[in-house]
């Protein structure tokens, strides 16, 4: 890479997200999906809760009377468990459901940082575009998936598999992170899929530390709505830093 890279880190990237999200221009398109995001959670916990209910009345017939102090320590375990359960699902399927809000977020982001526009076109280009989009989504879940299950697999090596694995599945999330949210500058100019991954190790530190602040944040529930957004925001601001002038002077390319 020929040209000069601010010294930013992946980490300042993430946050400079929080500050870019509240800029009135780009507020809709955090809303939208958002929003969807949240009825769908909120449908699908009481839902859950509703089963939850059924399983500890079966339970109560089942426990002696002397056990009966277990249904206070057990619910709102449960009630924990099923909430970062289901935080991390609903981050994996919101990743498809908000891939048109997600590019057209990337885009009006990278408006504001350049001010230039984009003239990418209008909603019936954004319809028309929707299977390449998805298409997109489809190839990062096909590299994630194959690669997420030898990870999981090494979990059942005796001794070694339960010391390394935190750390090689903490790794791995990290890079999908990154992969994941800074995808969407690159597929708005249509950039490919393996020569975006071909920049991103380019710049592994910047790449993996904001994937990893990524990973935390979207380990800590009710914050993780707003992480997809914030790291879209972010993972743009390192695209117009990084990257953009490099593939407009075609200086990054795979061997």
């Known amino acids: ?105 990337a885009e009006k982001v990278e408006q504001s940082l350049t001010g230039k526009p984009m003239n990418t076109g209008g909603t019936m280009d954004l319809i028309k575009d929707l299977p390449r989009i998805l298409g997109r989504e489809w190839q990062k879940f096909k590299y994630y998936l194959p690669r997420a299950v030898l990870i999981l697999l090494l979990f059942f090596v005796p001794v070694i598999g339960q010391t390394v694995f935190p750390i090689v599945w903490f790794m791995f999330t990290a890079w999908m992170m990154a992969i994941q949210y800074c995808d969407y500058p690159f597929d708005n100019h249509k950039v490919k899929f393996e020569d975006m991954k071909f920049a991103l190790k380019q710049t592994r530190g910047s790449s993996f530390s904001f994937g990893a602040t990524a990973s935390l944040f979207s380990m800590i529930p009710i914050v993780n709505f707003i992480v997809m957004p914030v790291a879209i925001c972010g993972a743009t601001a390192m695209w117009v830093d990084k990257y953009r002038e490099a593939y407009r002077n075609n200086v990054i390319a795979p061997d």
């Open 1 to 105: 890479m020929s040209t000069q890279i601010p010294a930013k880190s992946g980490v300042n990237y993430f946050l400079e997200g929080f500050k870019l999200i509240k800029q009135p221009g780009l507020r809709t398109f955090v809303f939208i999906p958002l929003t969807i995001n949240l009825i769908l959670f909120a449908g699908a916990f009481y839902l859950a809760l509703s089963q939850l209910q059924i399983l500890f009345d079966w339970l109560d017939t089942q426990l002696p009377e002397m056990l009966n102090w277990l249904r206070f320590l057990l619910w709102p375990i449960a009630i924990i468990t099923m909430l970062i359960t289901m935080s991390f699902v609903f981050s994996s399927v919101m990743n498809w459901l908000s891939a048109p809000f997600n590019g057209l977020l």
